[in-house]
């Protein structure tokens, strides 16, 4: 079983190197989902290679971030590069970059990231089908879940063991984007679930999750037939990666006899590692009691204490623990949550500068930013002799060992160099007047009274609920043909069958159309003639994601809710606008969880220390967070249309509209009426 490691610095790669990682995963300066580590050039990638294939190890490229139409001169010229590289595999997330590389760099492995969602047997089918070599799969599964997945599996399956853990399943996390434009999807999320919120009359950190730590069952994993464990952490430091994966490495080699004392010394290393309080996550099933932990502030690191006074950038605070300079600290807005972090440069006692202090002394530190009192301080790590180390000198050090190989020097393809795209026409201008509109409803019920009142398709989830509904009151009567059965986001393997069978019944009775808004719908949904229509989750950016898309059997394509206005504008230009729909109003899932935060109750608001509110709702085996301020592109439909964009989604199953009243409020969105706040997220914006 391979043991993967995170390099988001070159201490880290070299730290990972040392104590025996079998693989790496990096990141270059764009197209990463952690745009916050240090990350690497091309010719660094190229030096790393060569130290990789030397000693047998390998190396794969986290290629994972969304791409905007207007980065895709940028892509093509890093894909080329890469190409010539030659990393171990792409660990990639959209679909653009897919298509990209199947059409024009065939020889680059693939391996799906986790921000895929890839979470069952069908997604895994899927990816198989569409030629990647490995799945990084969803963090929420349970040993159970693996197994049946491996039993199926006809490619390589990789599983977090260690580092932090999301309130969201990735991949499906709008929180940070629709606060401020910052994407969890594009490596920028600003961790709003680490912030405390009031709740039930209390403040307490309900979001924010302990960090993964699988180490025991490292040895269950290797029977399942798991081929990579991974660690999360490319924005950790080398001396955390070193000790992370030495502990690791011990116990994947230990012998079954000496396993009980190689566990317990790699569970003390691994507690000077400066992590959240840790837990099994979700693998062996059930509702973890470690998963949350309301009380803790979800910062990583030892608590140093705060603030006493803050003067001329320095700050004032009676110590907890020891501290030195060059260790690494975080300082939290007690108020806000937010946080930044900094080397520790200047450290004072009495006036006189020290490179040390002990747990209970008043000191002064320097700080490159504006504090205040009360600010909470943390130690996240401790000065190494390989942190010591400037990231010039390991540069230095990388090359005087592996010189680079990459040039600069690459070949794009020349067809793709105009932005042209196949099959790709520029959108007709539509009526400003009359854009369709679809409507998501909440029941058969529903569907049936607005049938006439409504023009567009009426959208229906299928869940238990809804099937159980049509074969008990619908299965003998006529449907809606304008009817779109739309599939859960999250389909849990032990559901999986019961998915497969409501499909067919649902296929012979003459439905024929539905929205997927997840790779692993498409097997249910294969063979015969069905018309299938994505949901934003499957996320479209860019033309190429189209393209991918299309090519899969999609109808028409749902643009990511994320997108901004050059992005829209640059991507209708370039694609069939009648291929292509967009949501006009909804309350969007900011995120979508396993984690059991909700027990009995059936619903909890939340307020930001911003005043931001927020409701988390049960729905089926799941918890979701949705905003009280809808997302709403009332002010921007007539210049969408004006682009070619003539089609839209409206969302009213989270608004509280009785049904009498849904299909005047439909009307009043269509002209761009709303009564209350919103918000068009990042279309104004931008989108970071």
């Known amino acids: 079983m391979e043991l993967l490691a995170p390099a988001g610095s070159l201490a880290a790669f070299f730290a990972a190197l040392e104590q025996g990682a079998d693989a790496f995963y990096v990141g270059l300066k764009a197209f990463s989902a952690r745009a916050y580590a240090h990350n690497f050039t091309l010719k660094e990638l190229s030096s790393l290679m060569t130290i990789t294939r030397e000693q047998g190890r390998r190396l794969y490229v986290a290629l994972n971030s969304l791409i905007k139409e207007g980065e895709q001169a940028e892509l093509l010229e890093t894909l080329a590069a890469l190409n010539d590289i030659r990393p171990d595999a792409l660990i990639i997330q959209d679909l653009g970059v897919y298509y990209l590389v199947r059409q024009h760099f065939p020889g680059l492995r693939l391996h799906a990231s986790t921000l ?13 089908a569409m030629g990647f070599k490995r799945v990084v799969l969803a963090r929420e599964l349970t040993l159970p879940e693996l197994a049946s997945i491996c039993r199926q599996a006809r490619i390589e399956l990789e599983v977090f063991v260690h580092g932090a853990l999301c309130f969201s399943f990735s991949g499906l996390c709008l929180f940070s984007s629709y606060l401020g434009g910052r994407a969890a999807t594009r490596g920028r999320c600003t961790q709003p679930c680490r912030r405390a919120y009031q709740y039930d009359g209390q403040s307490g950190y309900l ?20 081929q990579a464990i991974k660690i999360e952490g490319r924005m950790k430091s080398g001396d955390y990666v070193g000790r992370v994966v030495q502990a690791y490495r011990r116990v994947l080699d230990a012998a079954p006899a000496d396993l009980p004392e190689v566990l317990a010394w790699a569970r003390e290393l691994l507690a000077r590692t400066y992590t959240r309080r840790t837990t099994c996550g979700f693998l062996r099933g059930g509702a973890s009691q470690e998963l949350l932990a309301p009380q803790d502030t979800g910062n990583i690191g030892q608590a140093l204490g705060a603030f006493e006074m803050v003067q001329e950038g320095r700050g004032t605070l009676i110590l907890k623990h020891d501290l030195a300079v060059g260790d690494r600290l975080r300082v939290q807005d007690a108020a806000s949550g937010e946080r930044q972090s900094f080397t520790l440069k200047a450290l004072y006692r ?8 002990a747990a209970g002394q008043q000191v002064v530190i320097g700080l490159p930013f504006a504090g205040q009192p009360g600010d909470l301080v943390y130690k996240v790590g401790e000065t190494t002799a390989t942190g010591s180390r400037s990231n010039r000198k390991w540069r230095e050090y990388l090359f005087n060992l592996a010189p680079p190989t990459f040039t600069g020097a690459v070949t794009v393809p020349a067809a793709r160099r105009s932005g042209s795209q196949p099959g790709a026409k520029p959108g007709k201008p539509a009526s400003v007047s009359h854009p369709r509109l679809d409507l998501r409803v909440r029941s058969l019920k529903e569907a049936v009274e607005l049938n006439r009142q409504v023009q567009g398709s009426l959208i229906l989830d299928l869940d238990d609920a809804s099937f159980k509904d049509y074969l008990t009151h619908y299965r003998r009567r006529k449907l809606p043909r304008r009817l779109i059965w739309r599939l859960p986001l999250i389909i849990l393997e032990a559901a999986v069958p019961r998915y497969r069978q409501a499909v067919t019944t649902l296929r012979e009775a003459g439905c024929s159309q539905f929205m997927i808004s997840n790779l692993g719908h498409l097997p249910l949904l294969a063979g015969g003639a069905v018309t299938i229509f994505s949901d934003y989750p499957l996320h479209c950016l860019n033309s190429w994601a189209f393209q991918a898309l299309h090519d899969l059997g999609v109808e028409r394509v749902t643009l990511s809710v994320e997108a901004d206005r050059p992005t829209l504008k640059q991507l209708l230009s370039r694609v069939p606008a009648a291929r292509l729909s967009s949501y006009l109003f909804a309350y969007l899932a900011l995120m979508v969880s396993r ?28 918890n979701l967070l949705y905003p009280t301020v809808p997302y709403f592109l009332g002010k921007a439909v007539a210049e969408l249309q004006r682009l070619g964009l003539g089609h839209f989604i409206v969302d009213l199953t989270q608004s509280g509209y009785p049904t009498r009243e849904v299909a005047t409020v439909v009307r009043q969105l269509a002209r761009g009426r709303l009564a209350g706040a919103s918000t068009a997220m990042n279309y104004y914006r931008g989108l970071e």
Do not use: W
């Open 595 to 622: 984690v059991p935060v909700l027990g009995e109750i059936k619903s909890r608001r939340l307020q930001s220390p911003r005043h931001e509110n927020f409701r988390l709702v049960p729905d089926r085996d799941l």
């Open 350 to 357: 009495r006036d006189q500068p020290r490179t040390q202090a």
């Open 207 to 226: 979001l924010s999750i302990s960090d993964l730590s699988a180490l025991e069952l490292v040895p269950q994993l290797a029977a399942l037939g798991i």
């Open 116 to 128: 895929m969602t890839i979470h069952n047997s069908l997604g895994v089918e899927q990816a198989a």
